[in-house]
């Protein structure tokens, strides 16, 4: 089954405390992407990356780090997460962005709790 | 300022009846429109793709239109069902610096009840 998988689904952890929120997908795609879901406030993206080794900061890339060695995977690390990065995750992917037609394929997400 | 806006914020409907949900933009240069159906707990899906060119395109049981000229575009729900029930993003994807970036809306949140 063609998916996106994100792990964990859910985190609660402590400020400071380094974590990594893993992103895999089956699909073959080059373009992968991680969003932050706020209420009130739209997906916003944090970092993409065009393929393997080429990533871009997103609209809100303060506080991440992102990193894309292998096609498939593409994690998303918090060196020193602090409580305004507590928000809804998700990791996203699609074939090449030839003409920005091509639809993205989401997560489930994962919910993370600074505190 | 690239800007998407949706309403309403959430609506509630009796199983049957029809919807329409509202997105209004002012991105600019416009590559395409995106609707996409978000389930509570899972990541968005895609319905339907617009581009410039499109007024109208169905997916089953859901119709989006798109007014370029005015920079609007409805998405209609016929004859509701309780799976409709979930959170209606308009995304709208523009060129930059030769990358193609995505807008999202803050989505509609539908509630269809028995």
């Known amino acids: 089954e063609a998916q996106v998988t994100q792990n964990p689904r859910y985190l609660i952890t402590v400020t400071g405390k380094k974590l990594t929120v893993t992103c895999s997908q089956n699909m073959n795609h080059e373009y992968m992407s991680w969003y932050r879901q706020d209420p009130g406030l739209g997906l916003r993206q944090i970092y993409y990356s065009m393929n393997v080794e080429v990533t871009d900061k997103g609209d809100v890339p303060e506080g991440y780090k992102v990193s894309r060695k292998e096609k498939r995977n593409f994690p998303l690390i918090l060196e020193s997460p602090s409580p305004n990065q507590t928000s809804l995750y998700f990791c996203?992917?699609?074939?090449?962005?030839?003409?920005?037609?091509?639809?993205?394929?989401f997560g489930d997400g994962t919910r993370l709790s600074i505190l | 300022k690239n800007q998407v806006e949706q309403s309403p914020q959430s609506l509630i409907i009796l199983e049957g009846k029809n919807c329409t949900l509202q997105c209004n933009y002012t991105v600019s240069p416009f590559s395409n429109l995106r609707w996409y159906k978000q389930d509570t707990g899972r990541g968005p899906v895609s319905l339907t793709i617009m581009t410039f060119s499109e007024n109208t395109k169905s997916n089953g049981r859901y119709t989006a239109t798109l007014d370029a000229d005015t920079k609007q575009s409805s998405l209609h729900i016929t004859a509701s069902q309780l799976s409709d029930s979930a959170s209606y993003i308009c995304?709208?994807?523009?060129?930059?610096?030769?990358?193609?970036?995505?807008?999202f809306g803050t989505g509609t949140r539908l509630k269809v009840l028995a």
């Open positions: 996203a992917s699609s074939f090449r962005l030839r003409d920005g037609n091509q639809p993205q394929h």
């Open positions: 995304v709208v994807t523009f060129l930059t610096s030769g990358t193609y970036k995505y807008i």
